[in-house]
């Protein structure tokens, strides 16, 4: 039940790339047809392309330029990324999950009813959560209450992997920062 996220971010910058050189074609062409200087000289470009031979060392640049380029977009395109959803604990037969932001959101819930905690920062690995607190008072227990209430939390939600939990908290001093 884990979605998979789409490749947006190099699907975008293919696009882009694609849709600038349509445009820029595009421009010159009216430009040509209207008779005004063109932006990119059809003319200079062929006779540039004309005069390139097969040997040339464009010509292995380019191609190997296209070659590592293709196989980097193919391996970000094969690769699994990161779940979206995360599996619950199958229960009755069903199956269930819940988004990463919402298991995220969750637990930044729990660890903020600690009482004396200023701020929290939650990360979601495979097999280990990690929740990272600032507080202004120097309390002991304070980590070790954040790991109760954020176990509590987990335990009522059931992902189906129950992952490592780690926490750690920072005291801000009243002169600096930490």
């Known amino acids: 039940m884990i979605r998979r996220p789409r490749r947006v971010v190099?699907?975008?910058?293919?696009?882009?790339?694609?849709?600038?050189?349509?445009?820029?074609?595009?421009?010159?062409?009216?430009?040509?047809?209207?008779?005004?200087?063109?932006?990119?000289?059809?003319?200079?470009?062929?006779?540039?392309?004309?005069?390139?031979?097969?040997?040339?060392?464009?010509?292995?640049?380019?191609?190997?330029?296209?070659?590592?380029?293709?196989?980097?977009?193919?391996?970000?395109?094969?690769?699994?990324?990161?779940?979206?959803?995360?599996?619950?604990?199958?229960?009755?037969?069903?199956?269930?999950?819940?988004?990463?932001?919402?298991?995220?959101?969750?637990?930044?819930?729990?660890?903020?009813?600690v009482d004396g905690l200023e701020r929290a920062r939650i990360r979601l690995r495979r097999k280990k959560i990690q929740v990272s607190g600032h507080t202004g008072n120097p309390v002991p227990q304070t980590a070790a209450e954040i790991g109760t209430a954020v176990g509590a939390r987990l335990d009522r939600i059931r992902p189906g992997h129950t992952p490592r939990l780690r926490t750690s908290l920072r005291t801000r001093t009243p002169g600096g920062r930490r």
């Open 10 to 113: 190099p699907a975008v910058v293919v696009a882009s790339v694609l849709a600038t050189v349509a445009v820029l074609v595009v421009v010159s062409l009216v430009q040509r047809l209207a008779g005004r200087a063109e932006l990119v000289s059809y003319d200079s470009l062929a006779a540039r392309l004309h005069a390139t031979t097969w040997d040339s060392g464009w010509v292995l640049a380019v191609g190997i330029a296209a070659v590592v380029l293709g196989v980097i977009l193919l391996s970000i395109a094969v690769a699994p990324g990161r779940g979206v959803v995360v599996p619950l604990e199958a229960g009755d037969g069903i199956d269930a999950g819940i988004t990463r932001r919402s298991l995220r959101a969750a637990i930044a819930d729990a660890a903020q009813s």
